[in-house]
T-cell receptor, first 111, second 112 residues
Framework: EDQVTQSPEALRLQEGESSSLNCSYTVSGLRGLFWYRQDPGKGPEFLFTLYSAGEEKEKERLKATLTKKESFLHITAPKPEDSATYLCAVTSLSNDYKLSFGAGTTVTVRA | EAQVTQNPRYLITVTGKKLTVTCSQNMNHEYMSWYRQDPGLGLRQIYYSMNVEVTDKGDVPEGYKVSRKEKRNFPLILESPSPNQTSLYFC???????????FGPGTRLTVL
């Protein structure tokens, strides 16, 4: 069974204080690793897809990286509007219709 | 505007009273899915559909039914709701398998 573990559960940052979120996964052949952002009371919003170890993707202050066991979401010089819950999910080669999510990391950025 | 819509957004019901949560997408996506989100457990997939008339179970299908008679609609049916189905439900769609999923706004269900 695919497993996704995110850490930390919560992260409080000062505006401008860079940090990283971790997503470790166990899957029988990774098909894709996804990062989503979820604001309170809303549905998740897609950020990135990573397919192979060594791959990196960037969007504004966010950068996602992937190794064979884990992924990191780096937040550089965060702003209060980056406050959200960040979700990691994986699909496997055996069933790429099935998205398995981690429990998420809630990031709070104080001005 | 490309979107996934769900109705109702909030629902309070009683044990055993059948209910349907509707989901519709206007992006001509083939793939649709239902999730429930519970504190500490994250999003868990209930059912998914690869195309019209093709559905399959996710991780937590017990107590739920789905149907996919049209490409744009994917209703979630609770034949006899129980309190342990109190949760936040999300519908999602994507253009292809393993593709980016677009999520609806969520339906908060309370079963008394």
């Amino acid at each position: 069974e695919d497993q996704v573990t995110q850490s930390p559960e919560a992260l409080r940052l000062q505006e401008g204080e860079s940090s990283s979120l971790n997503c470790s996964y166990t899957v029988s052949g990774l098909r894709g690793l996804f990062w989503y952002r979820q604001d309170p009371g809303k549905g998740p919003e897609f950020l990135f897809t990573l397919y192979s170890a060594g791959e990196e993707k960037e969007k504004e202050r966010l950068k996602a990286t992937l190794t064979k066991k884990e992924s990191f979401l780096h937040i550089t010089a965060p702003k209060p509007e980056d406050s959200a819950t960040y979700l990691c999910a994986v699909t496997s080669l055996s069933n790429d219709y099935k998205l398995s999510f981690g429990a998420g990391t809630t990031v709070t950025v104080r001005a | 505007e490309a979107q996934v819509t769900q109705n109702p957004r909030y629902l309070i019901t009683v044990t055993g009273k059948k209910l349907t949560v509707t989901c519709s997408q206007n992006m001509n996506h083939e793939y649709m899915s239902w999730y429930r989100q519970d504190p500490g457990l994250g999003l868990r997939q209930i059912y998914y559909s690869m195309n019209v008339e093709v559905t399959d179970k996710g991780d937590v299908p017990e107590g739920y039914k789905v149907s996919r008679k049209e490409k744009r609609n994917f209703p979630l049916i609770l034949e006899s709701p129980s309190p342990n189905q109190t949760s936040l439900y999300f519908c999602a769609s994507s253009l292809s398998r393993n593709g980016e999923q677009f999520f609806g706004p969520g339906t908060r269900l309370t079963v008394l």
